[in-house]
């Protein structure tokens, strides 16, 4: 069977493209299973698309494997990008591989065992690709912050600032210089304004020797174990064990380790919908090429005010008499099967003894979904945060956040400047001088600034 020219150079092109397109153009949570096909594909074929002519025959069945697969979900798939995307690469890769489209579909077994010393398990990476001891060289432990999402949805910032917002649809969590975090946020219930995370996209930049880009994509009822390419490391590079995930429980519990930036997160689902959890160091949290940007993502600056929810409001109406419905300026309608609020109160008590602000969330979505499993959301939410904050005192938190934006912002400031001490401050994605927790000299230029009038789009 021979092979087209220029197979190569548009193959690769195409995954490329394709998780462009996954990032760029965030679905909402449909039947649509083509990430499921993709990851199959990719695990198949250990994602080569230059396989030796002795292989093309199974390259080829595992083409039409993957061919099927799209065909099976076309019907739910329709106007997903990925999915058009992913259809087109086939017909491209099918022709310029004479591949027929009839004949066998079993999957093929290109993969095999990394041989000895094979980046998958390497154990000497370069020191630069393990974060701690690359820091320790040059100056004290690192401090580690945390943020958290969970529920409908309740969000713990790196500042420990704590909001319950709507934020329906694509919102970025995290965006700086190693990686990306989008969730998509749907609504529990038609009609309702309650809303809770279905979907989360995590990207991981290419990074030096350490890792090739990575992307990991979570939605309900699919928790893959792997990245997006059917990988479990960072790839090829020498460094390549510096990111792994590990599948704690099946299709509920994965968590993912990027040692070369001294990252740790934890995707959950519980019920139908995601929870996220991230330990990340200072210096991680404020690598931001675009310091006018940096206020855009929620997990350094909180949900925008018209996206709050009145959260002591909506308590205080729900403990009074009559009817249980918030009447904040940014309500979140009960849903019609909810428990009442005794009800509501002694399930939480049996899960979050403490009445803190976990505890209380998880009162807030029982009154608004009359979904029990948001009770495990709270409890797993308040357990990551106990095994990734750095700071054993601040694990629970009692007064809900609903700051002005200046004063929200000059504490938020304060928590994360950086302290360089007229160190070098290395730019950019290279940490020569780990010394300096900011791989950026903006925010110890603009620390005034910000102290008085609040940081970058604050709200």
């Known amino acids: 069977m021979g092979m087209g020219r220029g197979a190569g150079r548009s193959a690769l092109g195409f995954w490329p493209t394709l998780a462009f397109l996954l990032w760029s153009f965030p679905a909402a949570v449909s039947p649509c299973k083509i990430l499921k096909c993709n990851s199959e594909f990719w695990s198949a074929t250990a994602g080569s698309h230059s396989p030796a002519s002795d292989d ?45 489209k009839d004949g066998p579909t079993s999957q093929p077994r290109l993969r ?51 909001q319950t917002c709507k934020v329906q649809g694509a919102w970025p969590l995290i965006d700086n210089n190693y990686l990306n975090v989008q969730v998509t946020n749907t609504p529990v219930l038609p009609g309702s304004a309650a809303t809770a995370t279905s979907k989360l996209t995590i990207i991981f930049k290419n990074f030096q020797e350490c890792v090739d880009q990575k992307v990991y994509q979570a939605e309900m009822d699919e928790l893959p174990a792997a990245f997006a390419d059917g990988s479990k490391n960072g790839g090829d590079k020498h460094g390549a064990n510096s990111l792994k995930i590990t599948e704690k429980v099946s299709g509920q519990h994965v968590e993912i380790q990027a040692k070369y930036i001294g990252t740790t997160i934890v995707v959950r689902q519980v019920g139908r919908y995601l929870t996220f959890a991230v330990r990340m160091p200072e210096e991680v949290v404020n690598a931001v090429e675009d310091r006018d940007s940096q206020g855009l993502y929620l997990c350094l600056r909180g949900c925008p005010l018209n996206q709050q929810i009145d959260f002591q409001a909506f308590r205080a109406n729900a403990e009074g008499p009559g009817p249980h419905r918030p009447e904040a300026a940014s309500p979140a309608p009960a849903a019609p099967d909810t428990f009442p609020y005794e009800t509501a109160v002694a399930k939480c008590k049996e899960k979050l003894p403490v009445e803190d602000l976990y505890y209380q969330a998880c009162v807030f979505d029982l009154l608004t979904t009359g979904d029990v499993n948001f009770t495990l959301a709270a409890y797993y939410a308040l357990e990551d945060v106990k095994m990734l904050h750095s700071n054993k005192d601040r694990l629970h938190l009692y007064e809900r956040t609903r700051e002005p934006p200046g004063r929200a912002a000059a504490a938020g400031c304060a ?34 600034s910000w102290a008085s009038r609040g940081c970058p789009h604050e709200v």
């Open 415 to 448: 928590r994360l400047m950086p302290s360089c001490h007229g160190l070098p401050v290395s730019r950019g994605h290279s940490r020569a001088q780990p010394g300096c927790r900011v791989p950026a000299a903006g925010p110890c230029l603009q620390a005034r």
């Open 112 to 162: 095999t065992l990394p041989p000895p010393g094979d980046s998958q398990e390497r154990s000497d990476s370069p020191e630069i690709c393990h974060y701690e001891k690359s820091f320790h060289k040059h100056s004290a432990a690192p401090n580690y912050t945390h943020c958290g999402l969970f529920g409908d949805p309740h969000l713990r910032t790196f500042t420990d600032r704590f």
């Open 56 to 100: 093309a025959p199974e390259f080829c069945a595992a083409l039409r494997t993957y061919a099927l697969c799209t065909r099976r979900t076309a019907r739910t798939c329709r106007g997903d990008l990925a999915y058009h995307s992913a259809v087109h690469g086939i017909e491209d890769l099918m022709s310029q591989y004479n591949c027929s």
